[in-house]
């Protein structure tokens, strides 16, 4: 019997190792530090044995095989060891695509892409088709896989997912854009992230589709480098394209070879600001891709709810809007945060800095914000990069998501929108940015 280690007992982890049990394998769980309970119960139940709070070096390097869990890094000691005595090690990902035939619609990208494969999550649901949602959301797709029957999987898979994939390929593959992000991950070298994001197509085939944005400066300079075998289907907002999607005028046009083209209306998207049309665009892209008719993309479209912790209204009090997009951890999203805003911005930004270069967003907030809250333990960054723009005045460090919003209140008057849209990761101050999201939520309904 082989035995297959998984490296990391979270949700990709204990998902893997599930499907590993499943699949007949002699499998061991360790994680470096501490398990969920959640997670300990799903595996007794399936009679996996684990560890926790450490590796047990015999343990792990018997392994004929690891899976990685995304939160591990490739410099992690233990991974270097497996390395060194000629373990093969792969992702989640690639372990649960040996053992799944469904049709595989996968989105990458520095951001938009948890809104994007939403979009076509319930698109392909509003169709009447059996789609499964998994990868970085939802539940693992190793899990669903073990225990569940899909036709469809829309997979949203990070740049660590792909890290270790060799042989995974998707039917319909998509990379929203690529921005510096992670960078921390990568050897701060920007080519490293974005050959990890390329690896989503490195096996296409002519049958598969390929969508890209075009508008995009570092997609489209490194499509010139690879060969994609897929059909290619960019969009954009900056021109026409003969195969794609494109803005004109009032309206955008899907255009895919071999169906009748759609037309879809700015106005009656559900979801607003530019960038929600880069993703709405890539959607439709897909869903016509996959077959689906005119008029459910276009209802779905209009229908389908805001993502939580994306640009998600939260409450207006006392005349002031306040907006939870604590998933902007990088600066590309919170420049398109930023971007939509109408009104002048009380901006809560801050967390852990991942190499971010703060220039791209010197105009829009010279333009848009009046207060800057810094939201983090370590700020200096933000008041050497925002300091000479608002004034060293009109900002101020915080701890908690709840003085960040009592400041943020105190400055803000009528008319006014609080933004939370950190730039950052979340981990000095909170577990994950959705427990950032969630405090800042409870903290504006404690108003």
């Known amino acids: 019997m082989a035995r297959i280690v998984v490296l990391g007992g979270g949700e990709s982890g204990a998902g893997s190792a599930v499907l590993a049990k499943v699949k007949g394998f002699d499998v061991f769980v360790s994680d470096s530090g501490p398990i969920k309970d959640n997670y300990k119960e799903m595996m007794a139940k399936w009679e996996i044995p684990y560890e926790e709070k450490g590796h047990t070096e015999e343990k792990v390097l018997s392994a004929d095989e690891i899976i990685k869990s995304p939160g591990v890094p490739n410099s992690a000691p233990i991974v270097r060891k497996a390395e060194a005595k000629g373990i093969r090690i792969i992702s989640e990902i690639e372990f649960a695509a040996r053992y799944d035939s469904a049709k595989k619609i996968c989105i990458t990208g520095s951001n938009g892409k948890t809104t994007t494969t939403s979009l076509i999550y319930y698109l392909l649901q509003q169709a009447g088709l059996n789609v499964g949602l998994g990868g970085n959301i939802e539940k693992s797709y190793a899990y ?56 989503l197509v490195q096996n296409l ?28 289907l960019p969009f954009t907002q900056k021109g026409k394209v003969e195969e794609g999607a494109y803005v004109d005028g009032n309206k955008f046009v899907v255009k895919v070879p071999g169906k009748d083209d759609c037309e879809v209306y700015l106005e009656e998207l559900a979801l607003g600001g530019k960038h929600n049309i880069y993703n709405s665009m890539a959607a439709a892209l897909a869903a016509k891709a996959a077959g689906i008719d005119n008029k459910i993309i276009r209802n779905s479209l209009e229908t389908f709810k805001p993502i939580e912790h994306r640009l998600e209204p939260v409450l207006t009090v006392g005349g002031v809007e306040y907006i939870n997009d604590s998933k902007a951890t990088n600066v590309d999203a919170a420049w398109w945060a930023l971007e939509s805003m109408k009104k002048p911005v009380v901006w809560i930004a801050g967390g852990v800095d991942k190499g971010n270069d703060y220039s791209q967003l010197y105009d829009l907030v010279r333009k848009k914000v009046k207060f800057i809250v810094c939201l983090g333990k370590d700020n200096r960054k933000l008041h050497e990069c925002f300091g000479p723009i608002v004034g060293e005045d009109k900002m101020k460090d915080v701890l908690s998501a709840e003085e960040a919003v009592k400041v943020s209140a105190a400055e803000a008057v009528e008319g006014d929108v609080v933004l939370l849209s950190p730039c950052c990761a979340s981990f000095d101050l909170f577990h994950c940015m959705e427990e950032r999201g969630e405090k800042f939520k409870e903290a504006v309904r404690n108003l």
């Open 144 to 199: 669903q896989v073990a225990t569940t029957h899909h036709d469809y999987y829309v997979l949203e898979i990070s740049s660590f997912q792909l890290d270790n994939c060799y042989e995974f390929k998707p039917d319909i593959a998509i990379i929203t854009n690529i921005t510096p992000d992670h960078l921390d991950r990568y050897e701060y070298k920007m080519e490293n992230y974005v050959k990890a994001k390329f690896r």
């Open 205 to 232: 085939s002519p049958e598969d589709c390929f969508i890209f944005d075009n508008d995009d400066e570092i997609t489209i300079s490194h499509l010139n480098q690879i060969v994609v075998r897929a059909q290619k």
